[in-house]
């Protein structure tokens, strides 16, 4: 009897993409914010990624490879649902989020012990109600840790946009997470 | 630094990635600027907010495991379409199954690749149903009969063979042909099963021939295993199985294009297997 036995494709494959399924799984869970989907997705993505494994430069970022891979199988069936534009309209964040800032100068206290009493589905409703390009890097950086190197390389882009998208990303989600608080009913000065 | 340098400067000194002489900046100016020094505990914990809450979780157990079974169903696409003149819906597992099947004749038989005389070959059990699918997959040979009722494809061997022909139950697969052929002059009953795009393939034919030796051959070390009453399993590399058992005077072979648990599960020869 033999063990079980793949294709040196497929066994390449799993050895070298199917290690990293967890860092896509939970990108797709954010950004879908349904396990199902997400489920479809990394399917999707991974099924994609090797029939055109032989497009893979080897020692070239995998993670990078997959993720562009991912993010266009998620634009393909996510965007043309819900008849989004195809990019953020920048003009429009950048009014809101200066906005925001104002509201937030005016606050003399930050409202971490309100907070901490907002569940769990609070956090992740949050998260997904970011726009699309500011999530991704939230996502990224704040819980799969990676690199700022590393999310500029995933999305092609500059690292200064890295870091203002971070900085917008993450001043749009403390104003939503303080709105939360508040409609709550939980004491948030200001 | 004035109030616009600090504020493009909170995302990098929250995530630590300030030089020094930026970071001794970044704080020198917080420390005369109250409302730079909000934004940045802000930024601050909001991150550590998400940081502790919102945490990294495994991809379930079922979705790697659909993967890998995508994968394998994925190595057979891209089959050319001379193969299509069956039935497009078991061409590419009839290829894949006519790949498992040559690959265990390779593996079970030493003298191979010592001795190529094909005709010789011809007369092995493994190398009979090489010829055979090659023949139906490249539309020189088609299905005697097709059909998905049990009850007609065992009519159709009735009284054609010395030995016991039994279509055989597969579980969640539904018959769809069956073929008898000789080899050497012995009848091989061939029924194929279809679920989706796999296909299992089961073969029978005389047991005492094969173990006679003189018209149908095996390996040594299945014969063996055959004669104690068990079955035989093969997997090759490319994970595809055959399983050989034998119901009284008849030896059954089965291929399928699966893992070997895979295949067992859709097969009732578990008594075989202790």
């Given at each position: 009897?033999?063990?079980?036995?793949?294709?040196?494709?497929?066994?390449?494959?799993?050895?070298?993409?199917?290690?990293?399924?967890?860092?896509?799984?939970?990108?797709?869970?954010?950004?879908?914010?349904?396990?199902?989907?997400?489920?479809?997705?990394?399917?999707?993505?991974?099924?994609?990624?090797?029939?055109?494994?032989?497009?893979?430069?080897?020692?070239?970022?995998?993670?990078?490879?997959?993720?562009?891979?991912?993010?266009?199988?998620?634009?393909?069936?996510?965007?043309?649902?819900?008849?989004?534009?195809?990019?953020?309209?920048?003009?429009?964040?950048?009014?809101?989020?200066?906005?925001?800032?104002?509201?937030?100068?005016?606050?003399?206290?930050?409202?971490?012990?309100?907070?901490?009493?907002?569940?769990?589905?609070?956090?992740?409703?949050?998260?997904?109600?970011?726009?699309?390009?500011?999530?991704?890097?939230?996502?990224?950086?704040?819980?799969?840790?990676?690199?700022?190197?590393?999310?500029?390389?995933?999305?092609?882009?500059?690292?200064?946009?890295?870091?203002?998208?971070?900085?917008?990303?993450?001043?749009?989600?403390?104003?939503?997470?303080?709105?939360?608080?508040?409609?709550?009913?939980?004491?948030?000065?200001? | 630094?004035?109030?616009?340098?600090?504020?493009?400067?909170?995302?990098?000194?929250?995530?630590?990635?300030?030089?020094?002489?930026?970071?001794?900046?970044?704080?020198?100016?917080?420390?005369?600027?109250?409302?730079?020094?909000?934004?940045?505990?802000?930024?601050?914990?909001?991150?550590?907010?998400?940081?502790?809450?919102?945490?990294?979780?495994?991809?379930?157990?079922?979705?790697?495991?659909?993967?890998?079974?995508?994968?394998?169903?994925?190595?057979?696409?891209?089959?050319?379409?001379?193969?299509?003149?069956?039935?497009?819906?078991?061409?590419?597992?009839?290829?894949?199954?006519?790949?498992?099947?040559?690959?265990?004749?390779?593996?079970?038989?030493?003298?191979?690749?010592?001795?190529?005389?094909?005709?010789?070959?011809?007369?092995?059990?493994?190398?009979?149903?090489?010829?055979?699918?090659?023949?139906?997959?490249?539309?020189?040979?088609?299905?005697?009969?097709?059909?998905?009722?049990?009850?007609?494809?065992?009519?159709?061997?009735?009284?054609?063979?010395?030995?016991?022909?039994?279509?055989?139950?597969?579980?969640?697969?539904?018959?769809?042909?069956?073929?008898?052929?000789?080899?050497?002059?012995?009848?091989?009953?061939?029924?194929?099963?279809?679920?989706?795009?796999?296909?299992?393939?089961?073969?029978?034919?005389?047991?005492?021939?094969?173990?006679?030796?003189?018209?149908?051959?095996?390996?040594?070390?299945?014969?063996s295993a055959l004669r104690s009453g068990s079955a035989y399993v093969e997997e090759n590399a490319d994970?595809?199985?055959?399983?050989?058992?034998?119901e009284g005077q008849t030896l059954c072979g089965a291929v399928a294009d699966m893992h070997t648990q895979?295949?067992?599960?859709?097969?009732?020869?578990?008594?075989?297997?202790?």
């Amino acid at each position: 009897m033999k063990a079980v036995g793949k294709t040196p494709k497929q066994h390449e494959f799993e050895t070298e993409a199917l290690p990293h399924a967890d860092l896509l799984y939970n990108y797709a869970l954010r950004m879908t914010n349904n396990a199902a989907d997400a489920d479809d997705l990394v399917q999707e993505t991974f099924l994609k990624a090797f029939r055109f494994w032989d497009k893979y430069e080897k020692g070239t970022n995998i993670r990078a490879w997959l993720f562009r891979i991912m993010k266009n199988s998620y634009i393909n069936r996510y965007r043309r649902e819900a008849k989004e534009p195809d990019t953020v309209d920048y003009e429009e964040i950048q009014n809101f989020y200066n906005t925001i800032r104002d509201e937030r100068s005016d606050t003399h206290d930050t409202p971490e012990s309100a907070f901490g009493n907002l569940l769990d589905d609070d956090l992740a409703g949050a998260i997904s109600a970011l726009p699309e390009d500011f999530r991704t890097v939230v996502i990224l950086c704040d819980i799969e840790g990676l690199t700022y190197e590393e999310i500029a390389e995933f999305l092609d882009c500059p690292l200064g946009t890295v870091r203002s998208r971070l900085h917008r990303g993450r001043s749009l989600l403390r104003t939503r997470l303080t709105k939360y608080a508040r409609d709550r009913g939980y004491a948030v000065e200001g | 630094m004035n109030c616009t340098e600090f504020d493009e400067q909170i995302t990098p000194a929250v995530d630590d990635r300030l030089r020094e002489d930026e970071a001794i900046a970044f704080r020198d100016h917080a420390s005369v600027c109250p409302a730079c020094r909000r934004s940045y505990e802000a930024e601050l914990s909001t991150r550590n907010l998400i940081r502790q809450r919102v945490h990294m979780v495994r991809t379930p157990g079922s979705v790697a495991a659909s993967i890998v079974d995508r994968l394998a169903s994925e190595r057979t696409a891209g089959t050319p379409a001379i193969f299509r003149r069956w039935s497009p819906s078991v061409y590419r597992s009839v290829l894949a199954v006519a790949a498992v099947v040559a690959a265990v004749y390779l593996i079970s038989s030493p003298g191979f690749s010592d001795d190529p005389g094909f005709p010789a070959m011809r007369e092995d059990v493994f190398a009979h149903s090489i010829v055979t699918y090659a023949g139906v997959m490249g539309g020189q040979m088609k299905p005697d009969i097709e059909s998905a009722h049990p009850d007609v494809l065992q009519a159709f061997f009735a009284g054609k063979t010395s030995f016991p022909v039994r279509v055989h139950t597969v579980r969640d697969f539904t018959p769809v042909g069956a073929m008898l052929h000789e080899s050497g002059g012995v009848p091989l009953a061939q029924v194929l099963y279809n679920a989706g795009n796999t296909t299992v393939y089961v073969y029978q034919t005389c047991w005492q021939t094969v173990q006679d030796g003189r018209k149908l051959q095996l390996p040594t070390r299945i014969l063996s295993a055959l004669r104690s009453g068990s079955a035989y399993v093969e997997e090759n590399a490319d994970g595809q199985t055959m399983v050989l058992w034998t119901e009284g005077q008849t030896l059954c072979g089965a291929v399928a294009d699966m893992h070997t648990q895979e295949l067992l599960a859709h097969l009732d020869v578990a008594p075989a297997l202790k």
